[in-house]
């Protein structure tokens, strides 16, 4: 294809990206190390024959001149990164100090709000990875040895919990596990506790997110194995089944050296998409015991007054931790096309 | 695997059968019994008392005359302005699966055809702006959106939408393009097409089949968008999950968390209805990108 019609088809995309992503990126790191003015102060003296009174009131004026010439605010540099909201660098090392050992200092950390986000994704992340991965893979073979009518109505039901928004999967899942819900009465029920209540245990509400992950995930492994195991080549089984190898050894050796391709590819996308995870720390309304990175953000943006300036470095950080989780991928990417040339 | 060798031996299939069953139960029951729940009032649903009275609805019948009541629904779509949200996000995800597809399908073709390294260039940048995510974006956003005037729109939500939307788009379109033999086009242009007709009288009809996959995925990925639509709408023009979101945080008055019930049923019903029209299309949308890796 010639450079200029090439220019011309993708224009309207790489226009879009380029105004709406890339700019705004850019936007989001210049804001991160600039912070709103502080108010100018005026202090006056009234004398009158009782003394002296000191009075300090802002100037509007001046405030909202100031703010006007220079929108952005004034530069503060790193700052906002290292204050206690981010990445509280003096925090950090007088717990680190203080200490008496690993355990302490961790349980330190976790009252500093970046760190606790930072805790719970990192969890949600690479604890619902591998368990939807091996859901899935289970599914997928189960689902393999069914008849056709079968597998049919059960692709059909395991496409919804992935199809919902994530926002309403996560509602449906907490009114069912309310202590006054079906789930809920039935855990009561098990433990023998009429006053077991998940959303008040800082643990269960852990386990419940990554079920809840878990559950929102695995139908995605499931359609891609199960697409994999279609092109399973036939005469490889066969053959192995001639040298004696049994099942076990079949789905070790066969099946899932087979699979692997897929199984990068749904790990690459369950890691960027579990790394985000954000709708259900609001559908279930745990931001008391579990936030993760978004949220945190999200919560910056949310109030009264939109926190700009910190919503920006948690969004940097955030990106940073991206790039850093996604780097082995994207140096493999590299290297194959290096080698394709 | 139909061959004999291969028979799954009885308690294997008596194992597999049972899981698959769980996991039926685990992926149909929550929806079924929401939707059941959202014809009772809060006091069934979240019964403390019992929670058998779900199944019969004792308290719904005491209060309506019969244990099925649309309150919840009447409540949410009438009173609460639901309706306006569903116009909405209508008016969302049919704009932004049109503008994504035009803007798509271009450059995802000009991608698949040109083996020039700006294009590996411009794949890597879509899967980088891919990995990241849409949250982080939002903080850049709002203050040149303010600035302007742009803020709460419908139009801004659209257009941001489409371009959070075009990295994942233009990724699956060239994949399904890649499979388009190149000899079709460039016979077309032979017989004296320019490339854009080439394009769009020869490649685009043999395309639909991942024109339609796309386009569905462009509509769950603006349907259930909740980063974007709840920063950038104003409250009057909410899409629907952020409406939801906004039941959650003011309602808590007896009664009213039958609104969010009744407003997810019905936000989860046209979802339903796109898994029964186009079950095979989503199918082949999600294994598009792992066949070929």
Known sequence: MKHRTFFWFTLPTALAMLVFIALPLASVIIQSVFTPHEAVLVESENCGPFGCTKTTVIDQDVSAALRASEPLGRFVGLDIYLDRGHLAVNEVAAAWRSSTSVGNFFAKLNNLPLYRAMAFTLTYTFTVTPFMLVFGFIIAVSVNSLNRYLKGMVIFFSLLPMIVSPLIGSLVLFWMVDSRGILGSFLQWIANDPALSVKASTGLTWVMLIVYGVWHAAPFSFIVFYAGLQTLPGELMESSQVDGANRWQQTIYIVLPHLMPLVTFVTLIQLMDNFRVFEPIVGFNSEAHATSLSWFIFNDLSGETRLLSSASASSVLTILGVAILLAPVLVRTWRDFKVKG | ?293
């Open chain 2, 1 to 293: 695997m139909a061959s004999s060798a291969m028979r799954t031996p009885w308690y294997l299939q008596t194992v597999s059968i049972c899981f698959i069953a769980l996991w039926l139960v685990m992926a149909a029951f929550p929806f079924l019994w929401t939707v059941w729940g959202s014809f009772k009032v809060e006091l069934d649903f979240f019964s403390i008392a019992d929670w058998t009275n779900a199944l019969t609805g004792v308290n719904t019948a005491q209060e309506h005359g019969s244990s099925f009541t649309d309150t919840a629904y009447h409540g949410s779509w009438i009173q609460e302005g639901f309706w306006v949200a569903a116009i909405n996000t209508a008016i969302v995800c049919v704009s932004v699966v049109c503008i994504s597809l035009i803007f798509g399908t271009l450059g995802g073709y000009a991608l698949s055809r040109s083996s020039h390294r700006y294009a590996f260039w411009l794949l890597i940048a879509a899967l980088i702006f891919r990995a990241m995510p849409p949250i982080t974006l939002v903080s850049g956003y709002l203050l040149p959106f303010f600035q302007w005037n742009l803020w709460g729109h419908l139009a801004t939500t659209i257009i941001v939408l489409v371009a959070i939307n075009q990295p994942f788009t233009l990724w699956m379109l060239h994949s399904f393009f890649q499979k388009i033999p190149k000899d079709l086009d460039e016979s077309a242009k032979v017989d004296g097409c320019s490339q854009f007709q080439a394009f769009w009288h020869v490649i685009i009809p043999v395309m639909w089949p991942g024109v339609i996959t796309t386009g569905l995925f462009s509509f769950l990925l603006a349907y259930n968008d909740f980063a974007v639509t709840s920063m950038l709408l104003a409250k009057e023009n909410h899409t629907m999950v952020p409406k939801i979101a906004s039941f959650l945080g003011t309602t808590q008055t007896e009664g009213n968390v039958m609104f969010a019930v009744a407003s997810v049923v019905s936000a989860t019903a046209p979802l339903f209805l796109l898994v029964v029209f186009f079950q095979r299309h989503i199918v082949a949308g999600l294994t598009q990108g792992a066949v070929k890796g």
